[in-house]
């Protein structure tokens, strides 16, 4: 927000501030600010493949790798059901916004002090920091997601109209990242337990979503309570755009959006109440 001070008898200068008090959300100045945005998340795309051998095939090594260890212990050993379709299909299709939800908040969550530069030397909304590391990922998904399309045509998997909503359950992705992120990278600042316990947290979480498993082999009650992990429906609903799986429950889904948009609006919130204090602790 940008403040014409005249108080004192000094010409007029002007000073920049964040917006003030719970209900500032800075949606003005994070579109005033909307090309640094873009610098943030070219920057970070250019470091994480900065010296790497393979460059951007590490976007599909991680989850076709993953996809390959799911098939041989929970596809062929312990036979679990992937829904009448190929099991590493069925794996992959939950990988690919896995792999970019679990990378996405790994990122984020340091990105506030991994910028203690930038923060203790000039103003900027800094909700970028988190927004950026989340929207680089963008790049490895869309990757990862055409060597998916490489694999339906592998299996003879033909893809439907369903296909066409896939980037609904993107936006769900997505806002689960940023509002898991605004919560933990505004924590992490005062307490750097956050960021050492965040791969745990992670492995957690993975086990938690059924990317290994089927949601319909779980009794109801389970699959009720899994609704409450956002991921649950994300990963739902990418199986049934991209395989044309069983639809996702609409209760569930409902739950599942909830979780997400109270996380979201308390994150935000949380975030902005706290950002004054970042350049003092950080």
């Given amino acids: 927000m940008i403040v014409h001070d005249v108080s004192s008898t000094d010409a007029p200068h002007i000073r920049i501030k964040p917006v003030e008090g719970w209900s500032g959300f800075g949606l003005k ?14 920057r970070d795309v250019k470091v994480r493949y900065k ?8 976007a599909v090594v991680q989850p076709f790798m993953t996809m390959v260890v799911f098939t041989m212990i929970f596809g062929y050993l312990a036979g679990m059901s992937s829904e009448g379709q190929p099991y590493p299909l069925f794996s992959f299709a939950a990988l690919m916004p896995w792999t970019y939800f679990s990378k996405s908040l ?3 969550v340091t990105s506030v002090v991994g910028n203690a530069h930038l923060i203790t030397k000039v103003y900027f909304p800094r909700l970028l920091l988190p927004i950026s590391a ?3 990922g963008l790049i490895d998904f869309a990757i990862s997601f055409v060597f ?20 609904v359950f993107l936006l769900l992705t997505i806002l689960t990242a940023l509002a898991v992120s605004f919560w933990l990278s505004a924590i992490n600042v005062r307490y750097r337990d956050v960021g050492q316990a965040i791969p745990f947290l992670i492995h957690l979480w993975l086990y938690a979503s059924p990317v290994a498993y089927s949601l319909r082999e779980l009794p109801e009650k389970w699959q009720l309570l899994l609704a409450f992990n956002p991921m649950t429906g ?9 395989l044309g799986n069983t639809a996702p429950d609409v209760r569930s889904m409902s739950v599942s959006a909830a979780v997400v948009l109270a996380l979201l609006f308390s994150g935000v919130v949380f975030f902005r109440r706290i950002e004054a204090t970042f350049a003092d602790v950080v």
């Fill in 148 to 167: 998916f399309l490489g694999m339906m045509a592998w299996y003879g998997t033909m893809p439907t109209w369903r296909m066409l909503l896939a980037p």
């Fill in 106 to 108: 790994s990122q984020s």
């Fill in 134 to 136: 989340v929207a680089s």
């Fill in 29 to 42: 100045d994070l579109w005033d600010y909307r090309e640094l945005l873009y610098f943030l998340t070219w």
């Fill in 51 to 58: 010296q790497t051998a393979i460059g951007a095939a590490w």
């Fill in 234 to 242: 994300v990963i739902e609903g990418f199986r049934w755009a991209l």
